[in-house]
């Protein structure tokens, strides 16, 4: 399996995102230009200049139409993804944290950070069919007391908004009333994604804790825990296989006080039910940032602090392994 290596950034990956047909590679990063590939090549398309800070994160609609990115520069932006025009920019007091658009692309929500004085907030905000009747309106402001946001996405059928904190806590909203329907603390330090199953009936959550967690979305209870020796950036589930997948490394700050032999800069492949590992993929010179599946299940990419962007097709071989448990000392490289 030979990955296809992608180096449009400066600084280092803060999410990855595919499209919902996974022909286009979102990118964003610390630097402020977010980017657009074929997933199939990794040819760039191009990039969406606006920015004047970093890009901590990135959403696209259904139908690729729009793109939605948030910035260390007090901003939200949408785009327009087949020109890279801004059709709108939403002006904060802190930086925006997180960004989703809802089932349906009418409406998506942009979470603030907490500092300067101020809370971390989510915004929802209704999102027109045409970008020139488009408002700095909110539909509802959610203030979020006690520890900062880290992540936030729509659940399912755009019934909840379910948010992941500095402090371990997840966290379920109501996005009609913005009342918090229940809490729950499933990680010990910060987590630092979540992302949810096709059907959204579960996630995966993953956190500094050195763990990540498939947990069931109406209950906020953890089905499955996926323990490593190192704190655990990024966690996506296969749509093919009963499999799930974490990046992360130690801080890129300590990195050069340990051999490179220690950091574990790979990516990991857990089997979902038995929580046992069944492989790993290296390659990153720095801890893995950000991970995301293609919808179809055949490929899979990891974004790091290295600034490149991994696309990897796997083998027909990965479709066709069986897990062994009498074999299984032998970790297969994929």
Not at 27 to 52: I, M, Q
Not at 90 to 99: F, L, S
Not at 175 to 195: C, F, L, M
Request: aromatic share 8%; glycine share 8%; with cysteine.
């Amino acid at each position: 399996m030979r990955p296809i290596l992608l180096h449009g950034h400066l600084r280092s990956l803060t999410r990855i995102r595919y499209n919902s047909d996974g022909d286009l590679l979102f990118s964003a990063s610390k630097d402020n230009k977010p980017c657009v590939w074929y997933s199939a090549n990794g040819e760039r398309l191009g990039t969406f200049n606006g920015h004047n800070g970093a890009v901590w994160d990135l959403d696209v609609t259904h139908n690729s139409r729009y793109l939605m990115t948030g910035s260390a520069d007090n901003t939200c932006k949408m785009w327009e993804v087949e020109t890279g025009k801004c059709v709108y920019t939403w002006e904060t007091r802190t930086a925006v944290r997180a960004v989703s658009f809802a089932l349906g692309d009418e409406k998506a929500l942009f979470v603030t950070d907490a500092t300067m004085g101020q809370q971390s907030t989510i915004h929802i905000v209704p999102i027109e069919a045409d970008p020139e009747d488009q408002t700095s309106d909110v539909l509802r402001t959610i203030v979020v007391t006690g520890a900062k946001v880290t992540v936030a996405v729509w659940g399912n059928l755009n019934r909840t908004i379910v948010t992941g904190h500095e402090d371990g806590t997840i966290t379920e909203w109501n996005p009609d009333t913005g009342a918090k329907v229940k809490s729950s603390k499933n990680h010990e330090k910060a987590i630092t994604d979540i992302q949810f199953s096709a059907d959204k009936s579960h996630f995966m959550s993953s956190s500094k804790d050195h763990t990540a967690h498939l947990t069931d979305s109406k209950t906020l209870k953890v089905m499955k825990s996926f323990v490593t020796e190192r704190p655990v950036n990024s966690a996506c589930l296969s749509p093919l296989r009963p499999h799930v997948v974490l990046g992360g490394g130690q801080d890129a700050m300590d990195v050069t006080t340990t051999s490179l032999k220690g950091n574990k800069f790979e990516s990991r492949f857990y089997h979902a039910v038995f929580e046992d590992e069944i492989g790993r993929v290296k390659g990153h010179f720095g801890p893995i940032n950000t991970l995301a599946f293609h919808p179809s299940g055949r490929s899979f990419s990891s974004g790091g602090e290295d600034g490149f962007i991994r696309v990897h097709h796997l083998d027909e071989d990965y479709f066709e392994f069986k897990y062994d448990e009498e074999n299984f000392d032998d970790l297969p490289q994929l």
